[in-house]
C-alpha cells in the first residue's frame, strides 16, 4: 500500500504544479506526496511559481544512462538541432516533473517505455527531461521565454495544465489528420478531456481518471444495524431514493456522541462526539469548489467571460455543509477535523468517520497505517442531487507545447504514452480505457486482502463527470483556489456565519481577481 505521504500525489498528480509552498490551515494535506495522488497530490502554494534561474551546465550535461533522484533537479541535454536521432526519428523532447513521473519507482518504467518505443519504429525518436517535481514549473517557463521548450509535458493533471493554458497547442488537427480515436474510452470521459482547453481546444487525451465515489466503513454500518448504501445508480436506499436528504439521514444516524448516543436522537452531546458520519476528506484544504463538485458543475464565470459567479451548486453544497458542521453535527468543524480522533486530519484511516466522498486515488490511504487494525470498507455510488448524480473527476494527461516545431511527431509519440499500460501501472492510475482497467483494479485489491471491493462503482461513475471540472480554469487561479479555501476555513471554524453574506462577499473577491487578471 501507499503511505500517506503518497496521498495527494495521486491527487490526479496535477497539484504538485502548484507546489512551493506548504499549504496552511488545519486540514493541510500530508505532505509532498510526490501525488495525486488522490491518488495523490501535493501540499500546494497559492501563487504561481516566479521563473527560476537557467538550468545549470553541469545539470545539462546529466544523461540519460542514470536513473535521477526525485530530489535533484536533472537536465537532459538539449534537443538534437539538426538531422534525425539516434534511431534515425524525429527528435522529440517530452518534460516529466509537472505531476507525476519523479519517483524512483516510475523512473525506471519511463526509462524502459521509451528504449522500447524508439526501438520499435523509426519515426520518433523521444528525448526526456526529468526534473524536481517542486521546481518544475519554474523550470518549464524559464525554457518557454529562453526558447528551448520542450514538446510533450506530463503526466498532468487539470490544476497543472492551468499554469500553462495558454502555451498548449490545440490537437484537434493532429487527432484528424491521423484518425486517433481514443479506444474504449466513454463518450462522457472524451467530453470531459476535451473540456479541458481554453476556447473549445482538445489539449489533452484520455489517459488516467480518478472518479470519486462514496466510501463507507462497513464495521460502523454493522455496528449501527443499518443497510449499506447503494452499488448502482438508480437503486433505493431502505426503500427510499438515494439523494441528499437520505446522506444527510444516514450520517446523523452514524454520527455519535461518546454516550452512544446519534445525532438523530433526545440527548445527543454536540460537544462531545467521537465518530462522525460524513465528509468529503482532502477536498484541498476545504476549497468550496472542490468540496461541493458532487452537488453538481458549473463555472466561475458568466457567458460574458469576465464577470464573477458563484454557481447554484456551490451556495447549495456550502449552505449543506455549514447546516451538517453546526446545526445537524454530522460534518466534523475544523478543530475535529484536527484532533486525534480523527488522526489529525486522516479523518477515514481513523475508524471515526462513516462516509467520505472521496476519489479512487484515496484507496492509498483509506485505512489506518500499522498498529492500528484495518476495517472492511467498501464503495457507494454518490446520491442524487436535484435528480442528478454528479462524480467530481480527477484526470491526468499528456500535453503538446505550441511551439513546437514537430506537432506531427510528438502527437505519434503521445498517443503511445497514453496507451502504455506501462506508464499506467507506474503512475498508479486507473485507466481511461476500459480494457485496460481490470489490471488496475487487481492491482489495488492486492492490497486488501479478504476483502471485495466493488469496482462497478468507480466504473460507473466514470460516466457522470463534472463538466465544467472543478479543478478547470479561470484568470489567476491560483487566487480563486486561495479565496475558495479561505471560504471554506471560514465556516468550519466559525459557528454562526451568515452564508448568504459570506457567498456574496466570495462573488466580489471573485470579480476583483478577475479583473484584477484581466488585461
Known amino acids: 500500500m501507499h503511505s500517506e505521504k503518497d496521498i495527494e500525489s495521486k491527487d490526479s498528480m496535477e497539484e504538485d504544479t502548484l507546489m512551493n509552498a506548504t499549504r496552511s490551515g488545519s486540514r493541510a494535506l500530508i505532505a509532498a506526496m510526490g501525488i495525486v495522488a488522490i491518488l495523490t497530490g501535493a501540499c500546494n502554494s497559492t501563487a504561481s511559481p516566479k521563473p527560476s534561474a537557467a538550468p545549470s551546465a553541469a545539470a545539462s550535461a546529466a544523461q540519460q544512462t542514470a536513473i535521477p533522484s526525485p530530489s535533484t533537479v536533472l537536465i537532459t541535454p538539449p534537443p538534437i538541432a539538426a538531422g534525425p536521432g539516434p534511431n534515425g526519428g524525429t527528435v522529440v523532447r517530452w518534460f516529466i516533473g509537472l505531476g507525476g513521473g519523479t519517483q524512483p519507482a516510475q523512473i525506471g518504467p519511463e526509462q524502459a517505455f521509451i528504449t522500447a518505443y524508439n526501438a520499435s519504429q523509426k519515426d520518433v525518436y523521444i528525448q526526456y527531461e526529468i526534473v524536481d517535481n517542486t521546481q518544475a514549473a519554474n523550470i518549464l517557463k524559464t525554457e518557454i521565454a529562453a526558447g528551448n521548450a520542450p514538446d510533450i ?145 458549473g463555472s466561475l ?109 510528438a502527437f505519434k509519440a503521445l498517443t503511445a504514452m497514453v496507451a502504455s499500460p506501462e506508464l499506467l501501472t507506474a503512475y498508479g492510475a486507473m485507466p481511461a480505457d476500459q480494457g485496460k482497467q481490470q489490471a488496475w483494479f487487481d492491482s489495488i485489491d492486492k492490497n486488501f486482502p479478504g476483502m471485495k471491493l466493488n469496482w462497478d462503482v468507480a466504473k460507473a461513475m466514470l460516466a457522470y463527470p463534472d463538466v465544467p471540472n472543478h479543478q478547470s480554469f479561470v484568470p489567476d487561479y491560483a487566487k480563486v483556489r486561495s479565496a475558495m479555501q479561505a471560504f471554506g476555513n471560514n465556516y468550519r471554524t466559525t459557528a454562526g456565519v451568515d452564508m448568504d453574506a459570506e457567498l456574496a462577499k466570495l462573488q466580489v473577491t471573485l470579480q476583483g481577481i478577475f479583473d484584477a487578471a484581466t488585461p
Open 301 to 409: 464565470l458568466d457567458a460574458d467571460g469576465k464577470t464573477a459567479v458563484v454557481p447554484d451548486y456551490i451556495a447549495t453544497g456550502e449552505k449543506w455543509y455549514n447546516d451538517g458542521v453546526w446545526k445537524d453535527h454530522f460534518i466534523p468543524t475544523a478543530a475535529q477535523v484536527a484532533s486525534d480522533l480523527l488522526s489529525g486530519g486522516s479523518e477515514f484511516g481513523s475508524g471515526n468517520l462513516a462516509i467520505d466522498e472521496g476519489h479512487t486515488w484515496f484507496t492509498c490511504c483509506v485505512t489506518p497505517a500499522a498498529p492500528k487494525k484495518p476495517f472492511k470498507f467498501g464503495f457507494a455510488v454518490n446520491p442524487t442531487v436535484n435528480g442528478k448524480i454528479t462524480s467530481p473527476l480527477h484526470a491526468d494527461t499528456f500535453s503538446i507545447l505550441k511551439t513546437t516545431k514537430v506537432a506531427d511527431a
Open 153 to 297: 509535458i506530463g503526466p498532468v493533471g487539470v490544476e497543472g495544465l492551468n499554469l500553462f493554458t495558454d502555451q498548449l497547442l490545440d490537437l484537434k488537427p493532429q487527432i484528424a489528420s491521423s484518425g486517433y480515436t481514443a479506444t474504449g474510452v466513454d463518450q462522457s470521459l472524451v467530453d470531459f478531456f476535451n473540456s479541458l482547453g481554453q476556447n473549445g481546444a482538445t489539449v489533452g487525451l484520455p489517459f488516467a481518471v480518478y472518479p470519486s465515489f462514496i466510501f463507507y466503513n462497513q464495521d460502523l454500518f454493522e455496528e449501527a444495524g443499518l443497510p449499506l448504501p447503494p452499488t448502482k445508480v438508480g437503486d433505493m436506499y431502505d426503500g427510499k431514493p438515494w439523494d441528499l436528504d437520505a446522506l444527510r439521514t444516514l450520517a446523523m444516524k452514524l454520527t455519535v456522541d461518546k454516550s452512544g448516543k446519534d445525532a438523530t436522537e433526545t440527548g445527543f452531546d454536540p460537544d462531545n462526539i467521537v465518530q462522525w458520519g460524513f465528509d468529503s476528506q482532502y477536498m484541498d484544504n476545504f476549497n468550496a469548489r472542490a468540496e461541493t463538485a458532487f452537488f453538481g458543475s
